[in-house]
């Protein structure tokens, strides 16, 4: 190839790498904003994950529990976006109440810090307990024995001898924590599982004189109900202050994605290991049954 030839190929080469675009950065920066908006869009206005941290809800969940928590069915409110950065605003937008019986996402009056609890009151009713006999109207609710469950003992739950004495057992199998459960059956016929260890006292919960629920409110209790800071509790003890305004639920629990025991690390080997396996897919909402 001749000198000349081969100069003008160089030079066209040279021009081929000049033509080439330069990267966009702004393009690139707004399609990541566009991307984020679109990720917390969907988390604060149809549906986002949600770690159970406390052992308020047990027995049906346990601390490690992932859940999937929808926004839409009750409407929206102050509360509904990611972050709860928005101030007080009454009211909610294409808004409805709860059902008995459901698990919903709940934030403090004056806090930002969301708890879950399960609907048991509705506007209108006169809530007690009475011995750790949840009364509605001065009806006590259905309750049945259902007798000693025994829960896997892990990282994530510990079975402590302050929280539930003589519950603790070693089996060959491993440990387990032994928990008396009881059946409970709302006046609309959903019901499910609670633990009760037994009458604990004015200071646990287990006493809570009667209150009427001021409309637009509903009454809030864990399913743990020796181990639940909830609506008998006021916002000083981190319970809920009573009755709870409709503008603060959240959204509602719907079913467990998956649920970790507590022993991952930053080793990737040690996260399969780490998966409680049979959690996966439970539904969050309360059986049916007949009601007379």
Not at 17 to 32: H, I, N, Q, S, V
Not at 63 to 77: A, E, I, M, W
């Amino acid at each position: 190839m001749a000198a000349d030839d081969l100069a003008a190929d160089e030079r066209s080469d040279t021009a081929r790498k000049d033509d080439k675009p330069a990267m966009d950065w702004w393009a690139e920066a707004r399609g990541l904003l566009w991307l984020v908006l679109a990720v917390l869009g969907f988390h604060s206005f149809i549906a986002k994950p949600f770690y159970i941290p406390s052992e308020s809800m047990m027995p049906g969940l346990l601390v490690g529990d992932r859940l999937v928590v929808t926004k839409y069915p009750y409407g929206y409110s102050f509360v509904t976006p990611t972050f709860h950065l928005m101030p007080y605003v009454p009211g909610r937008l294409f808004g409805s109440l709860p059902e008995r019986g459901d698990v919903v996402i709940v934030t403090p009056p004056g806090q930002r810090t969301d708890y879950i609890k399960r609907v048991v009151g509705l506007p209108g009713e006169t809530i007690e307990v009475d011995g750790g006999q949840l009364l509605i109207d001065g009806v006590p609710v259905e309750r049945r024995a259902m007798g000693v469950r025994s829960v896997a003992v892990d990282a994530n739950t510990q079975c402590s001898a302050l929280q539930y004495p003589g519950a603790y057992q070693e089996r060959a199998d491993g440990a387990v924590c032994r928990l008396p459960i009881f059946r409970e059956t709302l006046p609309n016929g959903r019901s499910y599982d609670t633990i009760d260890l037994g009458y604990r006292g004015e200071a646990s919960g287990d006493d809570y004189a009667p209150v009427l629920i001021p409309e637009g409110h509903v009454f809030l209790m864990g399913d743990n109900r020796d181990a639940s800071a909830d609506s008998r509790f006021s916002v000083a003890e981190r319970g809920l202050g009573g009755p709870v305004p409709w503008e603060n639920i959240g959204g509602r629990a719907e079913f467990i994605t998956f649920s970790l025991d507590g022993t991952a690390t930053l080793n990737p080997l040690s996260w399969f290991s780490s998966f409680r396996s049979g959690r996966a897919g439970t539904s969050l909402a309360p059986d049916r049954e007949a009601v007379e």
